[in-house]
C-alpha cells in the first residue's frame, strides 16, 4: 500500500533514473551524430549539455515553472489569511513553511513545486482564493503540502525541464534537416536523408515522451495526495467541494501549458482541449467519490 513514505523514496528513485535516463538519451543522439558529420565536437557538446540540463533542472526548475506561470512570492504582510492557514498545516504535518507564490488570474488552480520540502513553494491563483470557502482553501493546500511531504515536486518538476528540452531537440533536429546540412556528392545526401528521418522520429517521440512521463508520474500521486491532505485537515468534504467547483469552473489557466499541466491540481485547460485520452489527472469525480468514502 501506497504510504507518504514509501511514496517519498519512490520518487527520489525515479528522480534519478529520468535524469540518468536525460543523460543517456542526449549523448547518444550526439554520438550518432558525431558519427555521421565525422565531428567529435558534437559528441562533446551533447555530455557537456546533457549534464549542463541535468544539474539545472534539479537546482533551478522551480525557478523556471514559477517564471512561466507569472507567479509573484506574498507574504506574511500581504497574504495573511493564506499564509495563516499554511502555516497550521504546515505545523501540523510536521514540515516546513514552504515559499507562497500568486498567479494573477481568475481561473481556480494550485500547484507544488521545489526539489525538497526546504525548498517547497505553493502556488495559488487569486480565483481560487476568491472564490472556495476557507474549508475548501484548507483542502487545496493541504494537498499541495502532501506533495511536498512525499517529493513529487521534485520528480514532477524535473519532468517539466527534460521533456522540454526533448521538445526543443526535435524542433532543432527539423529545421536542421530541412534548412540545414551539406548538400554535396560526398554523402551530404545520405545525411541529408539521415538528418530528416531523424527529426520525423524526434518530432513524433517528443509530445508522447511528455505525455507518457507525465501520466507515469501523475495519476497516481493526485489520488494519493488527496487522502494525505484529507488526512491532514480531517476534512475530506473540503476538498471534495473545492474539486467541484474547480472542475465545474470554465476558465482556462493562462499561463499553462502542456510541459507543466501534470502540476497542476486539476487539468488547467477547459473545454475540448481537456477532453484527452491521455489526461495527466484522474476525473474529478473519481477523486470526489474516493475522498467522501474516506471513513475519518
Same mark, same amino acid.
Given at each position: 500500500m501506497a504510504t507518504l513514505y514509501n511514496q517519498s523514496d519512490r520518487n527520489k528513485r525515479l528522480t534519478i533514473v529520468y535524469i540518468t535516463g536525460f543523460? *543517456?538519451?542526449? *549523448?547518444?543522439?550526439?554520438? @550518432?551524430?558525431?558519427?555521421? $558529420?565525422?565531428?567529435?565536437? =558534437?559528441?562533446?557538446?551533447?555530455?557537456?549539455? %546533457?549534464?549542463? $540540463?541535468?544539474?539545472? %533542472?534539479? #537546482? #533551478?526548475?522551480?525557478?523556471?515553472?514559477?517564471?512561466?506561470?507569472?507567479?509573484?512570492?506574498?507574504? /506574511? &504582510?500581504?497574504?495573511?489569511?493564506?499564509? /495563516?492557514? @499554511? &502555516?497550521?498545516?504546515? =505545523?501540523?504535518?510536521?514540515?516546513? =513553511?514552504?515559499?507562497?507564490y500568486i498567479i494573477q488570474d481568475e481561473a481556480l488552480n494550485a500547484f507544488a513545486t521545489g526539489r525538497d520540502p526546504e525548498h517547497g513553494v505553493i502556488c495559488l491563483t487569486t480565483g481560487i482564493i476568491k472564490k472556495?470557502?476557507?474549508?475548501?482553501? &484548507?483542502? @487545496? =493546500?493541504?494537498?499541495?503540502?502532501s506533495h511536498i511531504g512525499n517529493r513529487d515536486i521534485l520528480l514532477a518538476t524535473v519532468v517539466v525541464v527534460l521533456v522540454g528540452f526533448v521538445a526543443i531537440l526535435a524542433s532543432f533536429f527539423r529545421h536542421w534537416a530541412f534548412f540545414g546540412?551539406?548538400?554535396?556528392?560526398?554523402?551530404?545526401?545520405?545525411?541529408?536523408?539521415?538528418?530528416? *528521418?531523424?527529426?520525423?522520429?524526434?518530432?513524433?517521440?517528443?509530445?508522447?515522451?511528455? @505525455?507518457?512521463?507525465?501520466?507515469?508520474? %501523475?495519476?497516481?500521486?493526485?489520488?494519493?495526495?488527496?487522502? %494525505?491532505?484529507a488526512l491532514l485537515t480531517r476534512y475530506p468534504d473540503g476538498l471534495a467541494r473545492a474539486l467541484e467547483k474547480i472542475s465545474a469552473?470554465?476558465?482556462?489557466?493562462?499561463?499553462?501549458n502542456r510541459a507543466t499541466a501534470h502540476l497542476f491540481?486539476?487539468?488547467?485547460?477547459?473545454?475540448k482541449k481537456a477532453k484527452s485520452l491521455f489526461m495527466t489527472h484522474p476525473p474529478v469525480e473519481e477523486r470526489i467519490s474516493k475522498l467522501r468514502g474516506m471513513d475519518i
Open positions: 543523460l *543517456i538519451f542526449v *549523448i547518444g543522439v550526439g554520438y @550518432v551524430f558525431a558519427g555521421a $558529420m565525422g565531428n567529435n565536437w =558534437i559528441l562533446y557538446g551533447a555530455v557537456i549539455f %546533457s549534464v549542463l $540540463m541535468s544539474f539545472s %533542472s534539479y #537546482w #533551478w526548475s522551480d525557478k523556471i515553472i514559477l517564471k512561466m506561470n507569472n507567479a509573484k512570492e506574498v507574504t /506574511h &504582510e500581504n497574504a495573511r489569511e493564506i499564509y /495563516h492557514i @499554511v &502555516e497550521n498545516l504546515c =505545523i501540523t504535518a510536521g514540515l516546513p =513553511i514552504p515559499k507562497i472556495l470557502e476557507k474549508s475548501e482553501l &484548507e483542502g @487545496v =493546500i493541504a494537498h499541495e503540502l546540412g551539406r548538400n554535396n556528392n560526398d554523402g551530404g545526401g545520405r545525411l541529408k536523408l539521415f538528418l530528416i *528521418i531523424t527529426a520525423v522520429i524526434l518530432s513524433i517521440f517528443a509530445p508522447f515522451a511528455t @505525455v507518457l512521463m507525465q501520466l507515469a508520474i %501523475s495519476r497516481k500521486r493526485e489520488f494519493l495526495a488527496d487522502a %494525505s491532505g469552473d470554465s476558465k482556462s489557466l493562462d499561463s499553462a491540481i486539476t487539468h488547467p485547460f477547459k473545454g
